[in-house]
């Protein structure tokens, strides 16, 4: 790991010549361009840094027919919009006391508006109408993650790392160097790291961050996931978000730790209320449960997403809320104060953090605006009760696979508002085709149980 004190991230905006001097002053060669595309994934065009002040001017363009749900090719001109403030230097690459930084864009028509298919502008713009009813909103994400061997040829296998459990320590969890190194390098950058310990199954991990913005918060879900890709590799490891890899044990979750801020107060916290709850807690939690089906495609992307959500192995499937009880799709966990917020437990870690967040918030404004108040609170273990007990409790379920999930988009006003037209046709239309591939496939499964018998 490089040598060199992380780069502070204040809360102003850097200047042209800020970014210059840290250019200068690392020995800063290269720097990446960083975007999403519709699936998250974080794309790169890499520039020597002498060619900052193009950057910095918004004159760097790219093709946007070549990403997943941008342009077409008759109008796939568009620009890089660097934020200056999201300057970091890359500490995995790091070579002879040379460094590459990277600026996190936003991208733009050609004509300099913003682009409506972009993940992160289409944040903002969501943000923009919180503002309009005087919220902003602070996420802090749980992201697990399973590390995985590789074989003598380079190539990943589905063996895990170790064998060990939860909070368990080594020399059973082999983990832990490992971890340690990611903490390091996400402090080097400027994390806030809260703490860091072996998951439930084996060979999976959990490294938690310091809640911000919901902007700032997808920022960081994306460089987190880079960073623990990249730290892993070093250990000849294959670091893996998806969220089901292995059948028979538990799955990979991001838990999201939800509040609403109003003048600088927490808006959830209530000293004198039911539970020290406002009533806008109340309404977003309403807001949440009453939407949570519709944006489940959102939050639980993939068709693997749906073998994780499941009864039995600790991920969250049923439409309820409580103050303590982990059964529950939304907790509210005992801190209060500024501290005061709720937690929903079914988003994995395979999700765009920029169209989840942009949900999650839209659901919560909705239940805000329409009062939508909750049921009562349910502390009983979910899991326990028959098909009839929730019946009658009327406790509803997540839907069952991606198909069920795009179904229940479909037919979402929620959902349209808060990916906008463009993104919600390419996000439903890449996902439809996804299923469909998925559901046409051949399985080694299907081999295994029929070939022979048929």
């Known amino acids: 790991m490089p040598d060199f004190k992380h780069i502070p991230l204040s809360g102003k905006e850097y200047t042209n010549d800020d970014i210059k001097k840290l250019i200068e002053e690392y020995n ?54 660097p934020d200056k403030n999201t300057f970091q230097i890359l500490p995995w690459r790091e070579n002879n006391g040379v460094n590459s930084a990277r600026l996190i864009c936003d991208i733009h028509n050609a004509d300099g508006t913003p682009f409506e298919g972009c993940p992160r502008c289409n944040l903002k713009r969501v943000m923009k109408e919180a503002e309009k009813l005087g919220f902003s909103m602070n996420m802090g994400p749980e992201a697990e993650f399973f590390l995985f061997a590789k074989d003598e040829n380079g190539k990943i296998t589905t063996t895990t790392q170790d064998r060990a459990g939860y909070y368990d320590i080594g020399p059973d969890d082999l983990g832990e160097d490992v971890r340690a190194d ?168 395979s999700c765009n953090p920029y169209l989840a967040f942009a949900a999650i918030l839209e659901s919560c404004l909705d239940g805000v605006r329409n009062k939508i108040d909750p049921p009562a609170p349910v502390e009983s273990n979910i899991y326990k009760l028959s098909t009839k007990e929730r019946k009658k409790q009327r406790i509803d379920s997540l839907p069952g696979s991606l198909a069920d999930a795009l179904e229940a988009l479909d037919k979402s006003l929620v959902a349209r508002a808060a990916l906008g037209e463009h993104i919600f046709k390419e996000f439903t239309s890449s996902k439809k085709k996804e299923w469909d591939a998925f559901r046409t496939y051949v399985s080694q499964w299907e081999i295994d149980k029929y070939l022979e018998r048929y």
């Open 28 to 81: 800063v060669k290269f720097i990446e361009l960083q975007f999403v595309d519709i699936n998250g994934q974080v794309k790169s065009m890499t520039i020597p840094s002498v060619h900052v002040d193009k950057a910095l001017g918004n004159e760097m363009m790219l093709d946007g027919s070549s990403i997943k749900g941008f342009r077409s090719i008759e109008t796939s001109d568009m620009c890089f919009y």
């Open 182 to 349: 990611i903490v390091l390098t996400l402090q080097e950058m400027g994390f806030d790291i809260e703490a860091s310990h072996h998951e439930v199954a084996d060979g999976q991990h959990e490294v938690d961050f310091k809640y911000a913005d919901i902007l700032t918060t997808a920022d960081n879900v994306a460089t987190f996931r880079i960073a623990v890709k990249a730290i892993a590799a070093e250990y000849n490891l294959h670091a893996t978000f998806m969220p089901k890899p292995i059948f028979g044990i538990n799955g990979s979750g991001m838990h999201c730790n939800v509040s609403l801020f109003k003048d600088g107060k927490n808006a959830f916290y209530d000293k004198k209320a039911e539970y020290e709850l406002a009533d806008i807690a109340k309404y977003a939690i309403g807001g949440m449960l009453k939407h949570v089906k519709s944006i489940t495609a959102i939050t639980n992307p993939t068709v693997n997403s749906y073998k994780r959500l499941v009864p039995g192995y600790e991920a969250p499937v049923y439409l309820a809320w409580s103050l303590a009880n982990r059964s529950a799709l939304l907790r509210v966990p005992a801190k209060r104060g500024n501290a005061t917020r709720v937690e929903l437990r079914s988003p994995d870690p």
